[in-house]
């Protein structure tokens, strides 16, 4: 039910909704003239709508101007204001979840990650369960681990899938204003757990607040 409601939720947030709701109401309005009584309180009511709707268009797109930035942007952004100096050694992505084929697929990356053997990466979450992502998702909270513990990192490492200089990963959710989960936000580093900082306070609060700015507006996105 929440993903239908979201589903809905977007769409009449999309300009071509209420596009084709104009266009509806128009053809409808050329069609009642076998009832010429009803025609023109019928217009009026279609313009008072008309009118309404291009309101609420001009809201979202001013909303949508703007709030709109670019998500690869923001991740380089959160990289070099996190790790500073240090900031080739860690990367960052945002996969973004199916809920019907359950397959998580990285859509953006920080530009540590252009060029990488895992840039397009896209996993089954009943495949590989005990991945920090695959975790994020199925219980809605944020994971790190060392990726050499997790039988699911050996198996991507097995099929080429994954980079091998990868150590540690921080997996949370990306949840939106209607409280589905979207996605999971990731960062991984060169670095073991506990030489990269993944599970320290102050680190794991900012990325999960920069989950959480992304989360809130996703749709501006």
């Known amino acids: 039910m929440g ?12 300009p071509g909704f209420y596009i084709f709701l104009i266009v509806i ?24 709508l008309i009118a309404v709707l291009a309101i609420i268009l001009t809201s979202i797109e001013l909303k949508r101007s703007t709030l709109r930035i670019d998500l690869e942007n923001l991740l380089d952004l959160m990289i070099k204001s996190i790790f ?3 900031e080739n050694k860690y990367r960052s992505n945002i996969m973004l979840f199916d809920y ?16 990488a053997l895992d840039r397009n990466l896209k996993i089954n979450i009943d495949e590989y369960p005990d991945l920090c992502a695959s975790l994020s998702i199925l219980t809605g909270a944020p994971f790190w681990t060392n990726v050499a513990n997790v039988q699911g990192h050996k198996k991507l490492l097995k099929e080429n899938k994954v980079s091998k200089l990868i150590k540690s990963i921080f997996s949370t959710p990306i949840i939106d204003k209607n409280g589905i989960i979207i996605g999971v936000l990731n960062v991984d580093s060169n670095y073991t757990i506990m030489h990269s900082g993944l599970k320290d306070d102050k680190v ?3 990325i999960i607040e920069y989950s959480d700015i992304i989360g809130e507006n996703w749709i501006y996105w």
């Open 3 to 14: 993903l239908w409601r979201k589903k809905f939720y977007r769409l009449t947030h999309l």
């Open 100 to 115: 019907h084929k359950k397959f998580l697929e990285i859509k953006y990356r920080s530009h540590q990650m252009k060029g």
């Open 25 to 48: 109401i128009t053809i409808l309005s050329f069609f009642i003239n076998a009832f010429p009584d009803m025609l023109l309180s019928i217009r009026f009511f279609s313009i008072g």
């Open 204 to 206: 794991y609060n900012r």
């Open 84 to 86: 500073g100096s240090y």
